[in-house]
């Protein structure tokens, strides 16, 4: 090959690898142009409409995430980087998404003018490691759920619904500030919507199910419950078995002991029955007649937390042959146990176990309903995450003082990775920058004006009169963790986006067959 060879097919490669960074680019800023808008305090709405002609309108950059279509590849990734967000710290999917937009636009068009990926990626790790750092260390601590930095918290993460805020505060009181820390749990799982309903926190468990029929009670006081991880029904034969003289008496006895077993729960005065299967046709009637409620088809995940809350222990369909003495210590108890007919829930109020809080948000349809659950559940995480890792200043301010000393590290390195840190400066600035272009301002000369704040630290645009302010005297605070672990993941999918040198489509995996 000659060296004019050579170097055209050089040219060529370097025209397709800049032509994939510069297509993995635009697919990101297409998904972030899809959630920017609702950012902030004056961000719209989006509507998503499906091709039924199913409509979902929404504030909230989760659930635009969630319901938009995407084929690339690249905005795939960005995508479930997004949910990462979500399910990790329950809020700051669009921060996540505008700082990745901007992290790859900005190293993108670094690489278009030469400047080496691994110089990009090496000062972006530098720059960024040092913005999170400064934003873990600068998160002011609460005292408590008593706080009033966490109802700010809240009332911000719910779109300044103070009422669905306190709501959510209220809930996590009952929960306590040491359930809310534990691992695994998550405040926004308690959130229930429906329509028609009320805003309320239920001191307890808020059920969508309904008895077994309309005449079994439909209110029980001081109740005694039983959870049975089974079915309630008598054992079975096989058909085979049925057709034996044996088999038959077999049959019997079965069924009368399972009819004993019905009359010992009833005579243990046991109020109400959650069972994980189905309820056979005698159980029915006789613990109808005793007037002992039964919900059947209870999830795994109900029987749970009913068990949680009641102080109860679940049983199989076996151990309701034991002593009654025995049976009797697996019973748990709640003060109150009723239907709500009209929205076709049981609840189970003040349970001898565990305290627990359902925050119901209610709305006249369908789509407000929903949307006001998510933003219960905005609100709850919000709480959550402040009692975990403390606040920083909102509105983008938290983002700016990150972004003056990931200067300083640009500043401290050398050569070509100063780029690479120099992206994560601007993209820094991406958030407030978008806050204030929803608000009506000119995002250039805002961002400026509080770069130039005296150097004060938590400063940030006022949406309202586009003045300087401090944006935790005004008690714009959102939770440190989001704020943080958005960075880390915008980090994350950006480098591996700009380390993309081509796209091959992968043959089709063939399962089942020899090759």
Not at 292 to 306: D, G, K, P, Q, S
Not at 351 to 359: E, F
């Amino acid at each position: 090959m000659s060296s004019g060879e050579a170097k055209q097919g050089g040219g060529q490669q370097e025209q397709e690898r800049t032509g994939v960074l510069f297509s993995n680019a635009a697919a990101v800023r297409a998904v972030a142009s899809a959630v920017e808008g609702t950012l902030g305090p004056k961000g719209l709405n989006c509507m998503l409409v499906d091709r039924f002609g199913d409509v979902t309108i929404t504030n909230d950059g989760s659930t635009i995430l969630e319901k938009i279509e995407a084929t690339h590849p690249a905005a795939r990734l960005v995508i479930r980087a997004a949910k990462a967000q979500e399910a990790q710290v329950g809020d700051g999917t669009t921060t996540a998404t505008i700082l990745a937009s901007a992290l790859v636009v900005e190293g993108a068009s670094h690489a278009a003018k030469g400047v080496p990926i691994a110089k990009i990626v090496e000062g972006m790790r530098a720059a960024v490691k040092r913005a999170a750092q400064v934003m873990g260390d600068g998160a002011k601590r609460v005292s408590g759920l008593s706080d009033p930095l966490v109802l700010r918290a809240a009332i911000i993460a719910a779109r300044q619904q103070e009422e669905i805020a306190a709501l959510a505060l209220e809930a996590a009181k009952v929960f306590g500030a040491s359930e809310l820390k534990r691992p695994g749990m998550r405040l926004a799982d308690w959130v229930v919507a429906k329509e028609g309903a009320r805003d309320e926190v239920v001191s307890g468990l808020v059920l969508e199910r309904a008895p077994l029929n309309a005449q079994m009670p439909k209110d029980m006081r001081d109740c005694k419950i039983l959870v049975i991880d089974d079915a309630l029904e008598p054992e079975k034969l096989d058909g085979n078995a049925l057709a034996t003289e044996a088999g038959l008496s077999r049959h019997l006895e079965l069924e009368n002991a399972f009819r004993k077993t019905l009359e010992r729960i009833v005579s243990l005065g046991v109020g109400a029955i959650f069972v994980q299967g189905p309820v056979s046709d005698a159980a029915e009637e006789t613990l109808t007649e005793a007037g002992v409620m039964v919900v059947r088809r209870v999830t795994a995940t109900e029987l749970a937390r009913i068990v949680e809350h009641a102080g109860a222990r679940p049983v199989k369909r076996t151990g309701l042959a034991r002593e009654d003495e025995q049976l009797r210590a697996l019973l748990g108890q709640a003060a109150r146990v009723y239907e709500e007919p009209e929205l076709e829930q049981i609840r189970i109020l003040r349970g001898s176990g565990k305290r627990l809080a359902t925050l119901m948000v209610g709305a006249s349809a369908r789509e407000v309903k929903d949307e006001r659950k998510r933003i219960a559940q905005d609100a709850c995480s919000a709480i959550q995450q402040a009692l975990i890792g403390g606040v920083l200043p909102g509105g983008g301010a938290a983002e700016l003082v990150a972004a003056r000393e990931a200067q300083k590290v640009r500043e401290g390195l050398s050569g070509m990775a100063a780029y690479g840190a120099e992206c994560v400066v601007e993209a820094l600035k991406a958030p407030m920058a978008q806050i204030v272009a929803n608000a009506g301002f000119n995002p250039l000369e805002k961002v400026q004006q509080a770069m130039a704040a005296g150097g004060r630290d938590g400063v940030g645009i006022d949406c309202e009169t586009g003045e300087v302010v401090d944006m935790m005297e005004k008690g714009i605070v959102d939770p440190a963790t989001v704020k943080v672990h958005a960075l880390l993941a915008a980090a994350e999918v950006a480098e591996a986006i700009l380390r993309i040198n081509t796209i091959i489509r992968k043959k089709e995996e063939r399962t089942g067959q020899t090759p």
